[in-house]
């Protein structure tokens, strides 16, 4: 009797009071779309968008840039200048708008920066320029003294005054020239964003990257060559993305734009000079 019972079960089973599984063989399995394929994403979900980007003309990007991250707890008027998420906006790129950037301050004579970065300018892009260079130039410089003390058998001692220096220099002229050059165009009615001139000269001094280690080479006039290029590229590319909006200060237009230009000349200068003048 219990084998029958079994018997009538397991015919049940195969008769169909069970859905058949079907062949695993034939299983379609469908997953979303994702962009973790590319680097950075094609699309913008991960950026900032709309009206939390920065505006145009950077005398009001403080109050429009927080206004987006606000959340009703923070600050208003102008201490909002004083908050993080004012400043949010920009840090907010790609890792190909910071290398189209770069790409575009290598090739000076478009004059065409300013106008692709008047809606979204960054400082992501200036800030790590400019800290890279403080430790390339710290670096190559204390290499270039290493080595011309080595051959004339004198004693090297490392000089930690070469990163001070150098932060010195490329923090302090990217902030305070720009800051200058806002205010003479402020005076002169010319149209000006103060965000757009930190990004202007941060990318400029990018070539000096590549200059700086081009340097190591132990000959004068190759340096001095190098140097030339080097700052001659840097104050064109500065010279002629400002000389459209500079043009609208009147007649004077011409010493602005030529002083910009002798002064990025100068700064090559000074590197030229301090890192590379060994004294042994």
Same mark, same amino acid.
């Given at each position: 009797?219990?084998?029958?019972?079994?018997?009538?079960?397991?015919? =049940?089973?195969?008769?169909?009071?069970?859905?058949?599984?079907?062949?695993?063989?034939?299983?379609?399995?469908?997953?979303?779309?994702?962009?973790? =394929?590319?680097?950075? !994403?094609?699309?913008?979900?991960?950026?900032? %968008?709309?009206? %939390?980007? !920065?505006?145009?003309?950077?005398?009001?990007?403080?109050?429009?840039?927080?206004?987006? %991250?606000?959340?009703?707890?923070? !600050?208003?008027?102008?201490?909002?200048?004083?908050?993080?998420?004012?400043?949010?906006?920009?840090?907010?790129?790609? +890792?190909?708008?910071?290398?189209?950037?770069?790409?575009?301050?290598?090739?000076?004579?478009?004059? %065409?920066?300013?106008?692709?970065?008047?809606?979204?300018?960054?400082?992501?892009?200036?800030?790590?320029?400019?800290?890279?260079?403080?430790?390339?130039?710290?670096?190559?410089?204390?290499?270039?003294?290493?080595?011309?003390?080595?051959?004339?058998?004198?004693?090297?001692?490392?000089?930690?005054?070469?990163? +001070?220096?150098?932060?010195?220099?490329?923090?302090?002229?990217?902030?305070?020239?720009?800051?200058?050059?806002?205010?003479?165009?402020?005076?002169?009615?010319?149209?000006?964003?103060?965000? =757009?001139?930190?990004?202007?000269?941060?990318?400029?001094?990018?070539? @000096?990257?590549?200059?700086?280690?081009?340097?190591?080479? !132990?000959?004068?006039?190759?340096?001095?060559?190098?140097?030339?290029?080097?700052? @001659?590229?840097?104050?064109?590319?500065?010279?002629?993305?400002?000389?459209?909006?500079?043009?609208?200060?009147?007649?004077?237009?011409?010493?602005?734009?030529?002083?910009?230009?002798?002064? =990025?000349?100068?700064?090559?200068?000074?590197?030229?000079?301090?890192?590379?003048?060994?004294?042994?």
């Amino acid at each position: 009797m219990m084998s029958g019972n079994y018997t009538s079960l397991d015919n =049940q089973k195969v008769s169909g009071s069970v859905p058949a599984v079907p062949d695993p063989g034939h299983v379609t399995v469908q997953f979303a779309d994702s962009n973790l =394929q590319t680097f950075p !994403p094609s699309d913008a979900r991960g950026k900032i %968008s709309g009206s %939390s980007r !920065p505006p145009r003309d950077a005398d009001d990007t403080f109050s429009k840039a927080s206004d987006a %991250s606000c959340d009703g707890t923070q !600050p208003s008027g102008w201490l909002q200048r004083f908050t993080i998420g004012a400043y949010k906006p920009y840090f907010d790129v790609d +890792t190909s708008d910071v290398l189209e950037r770069i790409k575009e301050s290598l090739f000076p004579f478009k004059g %065409s920066f300013t106008e692709k970065i008047a809606d979204n300018p960054d400082l992501y892009g200036p800030f790590w320029i400019c800290t890279t260079l403080i430790f390339v130039a710290a670096a190559i410089g204390t290499f270039v003294t290493y080595i011309a003390h080595k051959l004339n058998k004198k004693d090297w001692a490392y000089d930690i005054n070469l990163v +001070t220096w150098s932060a010195g220099v490329f923090y302090g002229y990217v902030t305070i020239v720009p800051l200058g050059l806002y205010v003479i165009l402020k005076y002169f009615s010319a149209p000006s964003g103060l965000v =757009q001139l930190f990004c202007l000269y941060g990318y400029s001094l990018f070539i @000096f990257i590549p200059a700086l280690c081009l340097s190591v080479v !132990p000959l004068e006039i190759f340096r001095w060559v190098i140097a030339g290029v080097a700052g @001659f590229m840097s104050a064109t590319f500065v010279a002629l993305n400002l000389r459209a909006h500079i043009k609208s200060a009147g007649e004077r237009w011409f010493l602005i734009v030529a002083s910009i230009f002798l002064l =990025q000349l100068a700064l090559s200068v000074v590197l030229k000079e301090y890192l590379f003048t060994v004294t042994v």
